[in-house]
């Protein structure tokens, strides 16, 4: 299957409205095009949500930059670029590789909360949560750690200078860009909220009204808190002028973020997490994301299975990978947080012997209950926003990337005289042990909100190396589900061998193990599937999960791109 040509592919997804093969995968997103979304390269690959953003990574390569230098520039453009999901205001997990490395390193620029938090920011008197708090405003944004991380990864390993590869982000902010389908969705989504904000409204709204598709989005006030960072790197964020007018508004709106926090913020270089599946190495985040855990363990559990045999979308297939992903869910709640601050049984929970037990556990023909699906017991021991990018080049040199704000436009507040949009990733704590977060995912104490902890994510950037060299890197937006996302894709292309461009634009599924369902994305599965999947007593809900795979494969001495078809987004290279 693997060898059909893209050729083929490439005509199947553009043509069909869905394609019923073996397996359904989506056709392209309404606008966007097949030839844009897949490309095949020799020298290197960019694969990102936004056309200017792969522009400005391709350009440079040409430039003589290597795959880091494009990663600052896609960094500082997608942030311009789509303002709902990412921005200088929030933070991400960064993985990369060159040849001759152990193994890659993980960078973490996840938003740290305030030094002044407390543990019931969220509640009320009475120990409830006071609604929204930890989505819309001051308090619903952690310190930002996007503009430390891209400066200090890029210092390590970029060539051109930061005034070089933050030139094009610049360039957007001031020159403008129109509207386009998904910022302008975003927009009509969020808009009760930003109009709140002045700063907001001034721009994101045109006489009163919602920018809409098509109108031009000029942010001047960006593009001097870029100039800021491109004159003085990491201090003209976290301190100098943008660093007093971010503690300028908090102060304002009694929030909680004081120079000292922006001043002290750190980016963590971590050791990722790595698992095996049948001969490769999987190398994905580590906590604070409780995405490298749950993508190995998903793997760990069905690896045995051999589910290749029965295809991606068999109702066996479907059945095993949903019952792993919500023993993770289960585990997740229980055990994950920021392991500067907890312990997370990280060894345990990306055993293969644990895995074992978990298939011990599954039924053969119906799925579990929620209230059988208990966490392991190990002695002595997330509106679906956020961006992806990834970047591999012939000589084994990857970067792959997902960043964000949390929700659409995360807080929606944006500081006054700067451009920057305050993330909401405050929202990613549990509020309380029990309480659900934006995707709905159980918190638990070992995710309550403390001084200068990082909330639990689930981005999973991930590089998957053969025999010592990068073969596939990846990873997705979409809270909850990219873990689920990245797995699946995973096992697409490891267990059932199908073509990159498939393995992205197969329907995907998701569990979490609350809500009690198992969620279908885009147009479902075939009715076969899903009838079985019914009788064995799955309740399915037909819900989109959001996700935008961002991946490249080398095979052959070929890179290949694939931006997901799901979304807005371009794969280029030479
Ligand atoms: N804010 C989404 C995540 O970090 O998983």
């Known amino acids: 299957m693997r060898n059909l040509s893209l050729f083929f ?62 990663a600052a520039a896609v960094s500082f453009v997608i942030s311009v670029e789509r303002p709902q999901s990412t921005g200088l205001g929030g933070g991400g997990f960064l993985l990369y590789w060159q040849p001759g490395m152990e193994s890659p390193d993980a960078y973490d620029f ?105 109108d031009l989005l000029v942010q001047k006030d960006l593009a001097k808190t870029l100039k800021a960072i491109q004159k003085n790197g990491r201090d003209g964020f976290y301190k100098g002028w943008v660093a007093k007018a971010i503690v300028a508004e908090e102060r304002r709106r009694g929030g909680l973020i004081r120079m000292n926090d922006l001043r002290r913020y750190n980016v963590v270089k971590r050791k990722p997490m790595k698992g095996t599946y049948k001969g490769n190495d999987v190398y994905s985040m580590s906590p604070p994301s409780s995405g490298g855990i749950h993508v190995i363990q998903i793997l760990n559990t069905v690896e045995p299975l051999n589910l290749g045999h029965y295809g991606i979308q068999d109702a066996r297939t479907v059945h095993y990978t949903a019952s792993a992903m919500q023993q993770a869910f289960a585990d997740r709640a229980r055990y994950l947080g920021d392991s500067d601050f907890v312990s997370v049984p990280i060894k345990e929970l990306t055993s293969k012997e644990y895995a074992k037990k978990i298939r011990a556990k599954i039924p053969a023909d119906r799925p579990l209950t929620k209230e059988e699906v208990g966490h392991g017991e190990f002695d002595g021991y997330e509106s679906p926003e956020t961006t992806h990018f990834t970047i591999m080049d012939a000589e084994g040199h990857v970067v792959t990337s997902t960043q964000t704000i949390n929700g659409y436009f995360g807080s929606a507040l944006v500081i006054p005289g700067t451009g920057i949009v305050l993330n909401n990733e405050m929202d990613d704590f549990a509020t309380k042990v029990g309480a659900k977060n934006l995707f709905g995912a159980v918190g638990g104490r070992n995710n309550l909100v403390e001084a200068e902890k990082r909330p639990l994510s689930s981005m999973s950037p991930t590089i998957v190396l053969k025999d010592n060299r990068p073969v596939l890197a990846i990873g997705t937006p979409s809270g909850t589900r990219i873990l689920t996302c990245v797995a699946q894709t995973l096992l697409n292309y490891l267990e059932h061998k199908a073509p990159l461009v498939n393995a992205v634009s197969a329907v995907r599924y998701h569990q979490q193990w609350f809500p009690d369902e198992l969620r279908v994305g885009e147009f479902g599965l075939n009715k076969e599937t899903e009838d079985k999947l019914r009788a064995m007593g799955y309740k399915i809900n037909h819900k989109n999960l959001g996700c935008r795979v961002q991946a490249i494969s080398f095979e052959n001495g070929e890179l290949i791109g694939v931006s997901d078809p799901r979304g807005q987004g371009m794969a280029d290279g030479e």
């Open 110 to 214: 996840r938003e740290k909360a305030p030094l002044l938090a407390k543990k019931n920011l969220f509640l009320d008197k009475e120990g409830n949560e006071v609604p929204r708090k930890s989505l819309d405003g001051i308090f619903a944004g952690g310190v930002p750690g996007l503009v430390a991380g891209i400066i200090e990864s890029h210092q390590k390993y970029g060539k051109l200078p930061l005034a070089t590869v933050i030139g094009p982000a610049i360039e957007l902010a001031e020159k403008g860009f129109p509207v386009y389908t998904e910022l302008a969705k975003a927009l009509n989504y969020r808009q009760d909220t930003l109009k709140s904000f002045p700063a907001s409204e001034k721009i994101f709204f045109k006489k009163g009204k919602i920018l809409k598709e098509g």
């Open 9 to 70: 592919i490439l005509f199947l997804i553009s043509a069909c409205s869905v394609f019923q093969g073996p397996y359904r995968t989506v056709p392209m997103a309404p606008g966007e095009s097949a030839q844009e979304h897949f490309k095949v390269g020799k020298k290197y690959m960019i694969a990102t949500q936004g056309r200017y953003s792969t522009s400005a990574g391709k350009k440079m390569m040409e430039l003589g930059g290597n795959a880091m230098d494009a």
